[in-house]
C-alpha cells in the first residue's frame, strides 16, 4: 500500500526551483480536498512533488496496526496530522486470545507525539494499552487537542481522565467506549469529573458507560449545565434514574443518550415526570444505556421512538412483551443491538416495523456452547423478509438452517457485513443436517457488496471454495472450528484478492495452506492463525521468504524442532521491522 | 388379594427370566428414569451421558467470541453464582503484575488447569518457564467468603469455586514454606 513506500533522505534534498514551488502550492491547494485515504495514498505514488504535497496535506492519518511502521517514521512524513487513528491488538484480543502483557501500549507513540505534533487535535485508538501517564503527557503537550475516543484499550484510570480534563481547555469529545480500567483502591480514586475547568466548556460528546465507579453527581450535573454544545452523553450505570431526568433537564438539545441503569435503584421517581423529560428531547435520535433496566420505566421513552435511528438494548434482558410497545414505533429506526431474549417472535416485530434497518446486532444472554438459545433460523428469515434494506449483521444463535442463511443471502442484497455465530462448534444445519456450507456459499454469491464475513457452524472445505470463488470483496473473514484441510485455506488465500484481515481459530490448516498465500500476505495488514496445524518450519518459511512481515509466533517458549506445532500466529507486513517491546513469550522469527 | 398375589407372581417371574448384566441370582436394580427431567437442554450429539445429570461442557477459551467486555458488564450485575454455565468471574492479582485480571473459575475443570490457565496468563511476569525457576517460589491463594486468605488446593473443587472471592498469586519469600503440592 502506499502509504508503506517511501523513499529515505527525503529532507536532504536542495530546495526546488520556482516553477516547481508553485506547481507544490497548487497541488497542496487540490490535494486538500482528497480525504479518502486510498485515494491519497494512490495520489502520493504519482512522483515525488506529489508525495511530498501530499505528505504536507494530509490531516487525517489512519494506522491499522500500530506496528506497521515507527512513530517517528510515521509522524515525520505526515507532519501537519490534526487526526490520528491508531489500532493495536489483534481482534482475537478481546476472546481472551491474547496473553496479557503482549504489547500494543501507546507510551512510544504517546513520547513522539507529544514534541512533534503541535498540531494534533483529535486521536482515536483501539484496543491498545494506555496509560494515566500516557494521558496526561498528551493532555499537557497539546494545545489544539480536542477529541479523544478510546475503544476497547485498558491500562489507564481515573487519575489520567483528570489530566484529560483538567488541561484539554478545548476538549470537544471524550468518548470511552468498552474500556477495561486499571483496579484502583477506594483512596486513589480521582474525582476527575469535577476537574473540567470552571467556565463554560465546549464539549459536544461525553461518553463513559465503561467507567465502573460512581462520578460526581453534582459535578457532572453542573459540567453538563455550562457545555450548550453537549449533543452525546452516555453515562455509566451508577447514575440512577432520577438523576437522569436532571441530566436531560439541563441539556434537552441532546441526540444520543447513554440511560445508565434506568432502574428503581435509589429513589422513587414518577414514570410521568420522566417521560416529559424525553417529549422535551425533540432531538433524540440515539438511546442506549438502560444497565439495570426497570421495565415500567420504559413507557417513558415513548415520546422519541418515533424519530429514534438508533437503539441499544444488548445490556438488558428485555423481554418480547416489553420491546414490541416500543419497537412498533419505531419507524425510524436504522440501528439496533439487542439480546436474545427478544426471542424470534420480537425480531420479528423488529422486521415488521423497522423497514429502514441497516444494522442488526443479536448478542447472546447465555454465552455458551449448549445454552437454550431463544433466536433462531425463523428470527433470521423474518429479519430478512423485512429489512430489506440490511447492510449489517451480527447474530448469535444455536440453530440455524442453511435455507435461512440463503433466504437472507437473496433479501439482503445490500449486505456489506454477515457474521453468523452458531455457539455450538461444528453444528450442522438443525433440520438436514448438513453443513452449514450452502448458506455461506450464497452469502458471497448474492451479496455482491460484502467486504466482511464471519463463519460458524460445521463446515467443510466447500464452504471456502464458495469463499474464494465468490467472495471477491471480502477484505475481513473470521474463522473458527471449521474446514477439513489445507484446501480450505488456499481456496481463501487464492481466490480473494481484496483479503486484508485474516484471523483464524481452531482450524485444520497446515503449512502447506499457509505457504499458499505467499504472493498475497504483503497485501494483507494481518493473519492470525491459532490453534490449527501449523509447525515451526512452516512459519520460518514464510519469514524467510517475505522479509516485510514481521512474524510472531506467541506462547510457545522454546522453539527446538522442525516439525513442532505452534500454538499462535500472528503475522503483518511492516516499515518498522521485529519490534523491540516484545515480551519473552513471543518469538519473531 | 387374588389378583395381588398373582400380580406379584408375575412380576416375580419375569424377574427371574429378566437379562441383566450382574451373575445368576443378582436382581440389577432399576436403571434411574431422572436423566430426562432436569435436563432442559438439548442432547449434545457427541456425548449423552445417560447415567448422570448432564454437566455442562468446560468452555474453550474465547467462544462463543463475546467481548470479555460485554460478559463481565453483565455477571457483575448478577453478582451471584449462576447454575446454567454463565461463568463465575474474580479478580486474580500477582504480586508485582501492573493490572489484575479476571477469570472464570467455571472454565476449568479443576486445580491443574485452573493453574494450568493463570501461568499462561501471567507469563510475562514469568510465573512459569524461567532458568533456574523453582516452583515453590509462588503460592495461589484466594480469599474465602469468610474474608480469610486460603491457599489454593486444599478443598475439593466444587466447594472451592463456590466460596472463592478472589485470588492472588504470591512470589517470593512470602510463598516459600507454603506448600504448594497440587
Not at chain 1, 193 to 216: G, K, M, W
Amino acid at each position: 500500500m502506499a502509504e508503506d513506500e517511501e523513499e529515505e533522505g527525503r529532507g536532504d534534498t536542495p530546495p526546488p526551483p520556482f516553477s516547481d514551488q508553485v506547481l507544490e502550492n497548487v497541488l497542496e491547494n487540490v490535494l486538500q480536498f482528497l480525504s479518502c485515504r486510498r485515494d491519497r495514498n494512490s495520489a502520493s505514488l504519482v512522483c515525488r512533488s506529489w508525495y511530498a504535497a501530499e505528505s504536507q496535506t494530509r490531516h487525517d492519518l489512519f494506522v491499522g496496526n500500530m506496528y506497521a511502521v515507527s512513530p517517528y517514521r510515521a509522524i515525520s512524513r505526515f507532519r501537519r496530522v490534526r487526526a490520528l487513528v491508531l489500532k493495536g491488538k489483534p481482534r482475537f484480543a478481546d476472546f481472551g486470545l491474547v496473553p496479557f502483557g503482549w504489547g500494543a501500549g501507546f507510551a512510544s507513540w504517546a513520547n513522539a507525539i507529544s514534541p512533534n505534533c503541535p498540531s494534533l487535535e483529535r486521536l482515536t485508538l483501539k484496543r491498545i494499552t494506555v496509560s494515566d501517564a500516557d494521558l496526561s503527557l498528551l493532555a499537557r503537550s497539546l494545545p489544539f487537542f480536542r477529541d479523544l475516543t478510546l475503544l476497547c484499550c485498558d491500562g489507564f484510570g481515573t487519575l489520567g481522565l483528570a489530566a484529560i480534563a483538567e488541561n484539554c481547555k478545548r476538549l470537544r469529545v471524550l468518548d470511552l467506549i468498552d474500556n477495561v480500567l486499571i483496579d484502583e483502591e477506594e483512596e486513589e480514586l480521582v474525582d476527575w469529573v469535577s476537574r473540567f475547568p470552571a467556565s463554560p466548556t465546549c464539549l459536544e460528546s461525553l461518553a463513559f458507560e465503561c467507567i465502573d465507579v460512581e462520578v460526581n453527581f453534582v459535578a457532572l450535573e453542573a459540567l453538563v449545565a455550562r457545555s450548550p454544545s453537549l449533543r452525546r452523553l452516555r453515562v455509566n450505570q451508577h447514575v440512577s434514574i432520577g438523576q437522569l431526568r436532571r441530566l436531560m433537564a439541563r441539556a434537552p438539545q441532546l441526540t444520543h443518550l447513554g440511560t445508565g441503569a434506568f432502574g428503581s435503584g435509589g429513589g422513587v421517581l414518577v414514570v410521568g415526570d420522566l417521560e416529559s423529560a424525553f417529549a422535551s428531547s425533540r432531538s433524540m435520535v440515539c438511546l442506549s444505556g438502560f444497565r439495570e433496566l426497570d421495565p415500567e420505566y420504559l413507557p417513558a421513552i415513548y415520546p422519541v421512538c418515533g424519530n429514534l435511528t438508533s437503539i441499544n438494548f444488548s445490556y438488558t434482558d428485555i423481554s418480547v412483551e416489553q420491546l414490541k410497545p416500543i419497537i412498533l414505533q419505531c419507524h425510524n429506526l436504522q440501528t439496533f443491538w439487542v439480546l436474545d431474549t427478544v426471542r424470534d417472535e420480537g425480531l420479528q416485530a423488529v422486521a415488521e416495523t423497522c423497514k429502514d434497518l441497516r444494522e442488526l446486532r443479536v448478542f447472546p444472554l447465555h454465552p455458551t456452547e449448549d445454552s437454550e438459545g431463544s433466536v433462531s433460523d425463523f428470527g433470521l428469515i423474518a429479519i430478512s423478509k423485512g429489512c430489506r434494506k440490511l447492510e449489517s449483521i451480527l447474530y448469535f444463535c444455536q440453530r440455524m438452517t442453511n435455507a435461512a442463511v440463503v433466504t437472507m443471502s437473496k433479501n439482503c442484497p445490500e449486505l456489506v457485513v454477515f457474521r453468523l455465530c452458531i455457539m455450538g462448534r461444528h453444528r450442522p444445519d438443525r433440520i438436514t443436517r448438513e453443513a452449514m456450507d450452502e448458506g455461506f456459499g450464497a452469502i458471497v454469491m448474492n451479496c455482491k457488496k460484502l467486504t466482511r464475513l464471519a463463519v460458524s457452524g460445521l463446515l467443510t472445505d466447500k464452504a471456502f471454495e464458495y469463499i474464494g470463488k465468490y467472495g471477491k470483496s471480502v477484505r475481513t473473514l473470521s474463522v473458527a472450528f471449521a474446514g477439513n484441510s489445507d484446501l480450505g485455506l488456499r481456496y481463501v488465500l487464492e481466490g480473494c484478492p481484496k483479503l486484508q484481515k485474516l484471523e483464524i481459530r481452531d482450524s485444520p490448516f497446515g503449512d502447506a495452506g499457509l505457504l499458499s498465500g505467499i504472493h498475497h500476505f504483503y497485501n494483507m495488514r494481518f493473519l492470525w492463525m491459532s490453534s490449527c496445524r501449523l509447525t515451526r518450519s512452516g512459519c520460518m518459511e514464510v519469514a524467510r521468504r517475505l522479509p516485510g512481515l514481521v512474524v510472531e509466533v506467541i506462547g510457545d517458549r522454546y522453539l527446538d524442532e522442525e516439525n513442532q506445532a505452534i500454538e499462535k500466529l500472528y503475522m503483518y507486513r511492516s516499515l518498522a521491522g521485529p519490534r523491540e517491546d516484545a515480551p519473552p513469550f513471543v518469538k519473531i522469527l | 388379594m387374588e389378583a395381588i398375589l398373582d400380580n406379584f407372581k408375575f412380576k416375580a417371574a419375569r424377574a427371574l427370566t429378566e437379562l441383566t448384566l450382574g451373575p445368576p441370582g443378582v436382581i440389577a436394580p432399576e436403571k434411574s428414569s431422572v436423566v430426562g427431567q432436569k435436563c432442559n437442554k438439548r442432547a449434545l450429539p457427541e456425548k449423552n451421558d445417560g447415567a448422570t445429570s448432564p454437566v455442562a461442557k468446560a468452555q474453550v477459551v474465547g467462544w462463543p467470541p463475546v467481548r470479555a467486555y460485554r460478559m463481565n458488564s453483565f455477571r457483575a450485575r448478577k453478582g451471584e453464582v449462576d447454575d446454567d454455565g454463565c461463568g463465575i468471574y474474580v479478580k486474580v492479582s500477582m504480586d508485582g503484575a501492573p493490572y489484575l485480571r479476571k477469570v472464570d473459575l467455571k472454565a476449568y475443570n479443576g486445580y491443574k488447569e485452573l493453574r494450568g490457565a493463570l501461568e499462561d496468563m501471567f507469563k510475562c511476569c514469568s510465573l512459569g518457564g524461567e532458568e533456574g525457576y523453582d516452583e515453590s517460589e509462588y503460592a495461589i491463594t484466594y480469599e474465602d467468603k469468610d474474608g480469610d486468605w486460603m491457599l489454593v488446593g486444599d478443598v475439593p473443587w466444587g466447594m472451592f469455586i463456590s466460596s472463592c472471592k478472589r485470588m492472588r498469586i504470591m512470589k517470593g519469600s512470602e510463598a516459600r514454606g507454603l506448600s504448594s503440592s497440587a
